[in-house]
């Protein structure tokens, strides 16, 4: 069965660009209609959406992070990638990679990452 | 942006309880609704979608439903395993948000 495990970088420094790897084991990432997506949660807060990529390179962002977010893929890697450009103490969070099937117009995320934390500090 | 608000943001219970927890859109969303249990230091797990379908594997003492803007998710019986946080999500729109959660803690 298809598993995702979130890597990269525990602290950033403010300012600069944080990059995260989403690795897809167990199927590949180009099979099926699927969309890859990010999302995080900060201490004590709830779940927010950050973005998502289809294999064709399709992308949709969270328009209050779009102009600071790249989210990519490599298939020949298995892998797809976000980065968050300019950041500060308010991107510090858990960041999550997630699959998104889709199944008659109906969109849900079905399997996820256990999660990465992220701390922004100097 | 389509606003999901849930209620209550925290729940007590004992095991053996029927829960419910409600999940309200901003504007209507048809059916375009999920719910998601999320324990801590574990990957959310997809508990329903489409507001009342049941995911593979998930237990039937779980159900959803709803249309249009009020949504909710029941649980029958609480298991001990089944105290978690639980979040319902919208997929109407693509720009997705997610409700504030709701944490079920042991009574």
């Known amino acids: 069965q298809v598993q995702l495990q979130e890597s990269g970088p525990g602290l950033v420094k403010p300012s600069q660009t944080l990059s995260l790897t989403c690795t897809v084991s167990g199927g590949s990432i180009s099979s099926g209609n699927y969309y890859w997506n990010w999302i995080r949660q900060p201490a004590g807060k709830g779940l927010e959406w950050i973005g998502r990529?289809?294999?064709?390179?399709?992308?949709n962002y969270n328009p209050s992070l779009k102009s600071r977010v790249t989210i990519s893929v490599d298939t020949s890697k298995n892998q797809f990638s976000l980065k968050l450009s300019s950041v500060t103490a308010a991107d510090t969070a858990v960041y999550y990679c997630?699959?998104?099937?889709?199944?008659?117009?109906?969109?849900?995320?079905?399997?996820w990452g256990t999660g990465t934390t992220v701390t922004v500090s100097s | 942006d389509i606003q999901m608000t849930q209620s209550p943001s925290s729940l007590s219970a004992s095991e053996g309880d029927r829960v419910t927890i409600t999940c309200r859109a901003s504007q209507t969303i048809s059916n375009y609704l999920n719910w998601y249990q999320h324990k801590p230091g574990k990957a959310p797990k997809l508990l329903i979608y489409?507001?009342?379908t049941l995911q593979s594997g998930v237990p039937s003492r779980f159900s959803g439903s709803g249309s249009g803007t009020d949504f909710t998710l029941t649980i029958s019986s609480l298991r001990p395993e089944d105290f978690a946080t639980y979040y319902c999500q919208q997929s109407y729109s693509t720009r997705y948000t997610f409700g504030q959660g709701t944490k079920l803690e042991i009574k």
């Open positions: 489409a507001a009342s």
């Open positions: 997630a699959r998104e099937t889709t199944f008659h117009y109906y969109y849900y995320m079905d399997v």
């Open positions: 990529i289809f294999t064709s390179g399709s992308t």
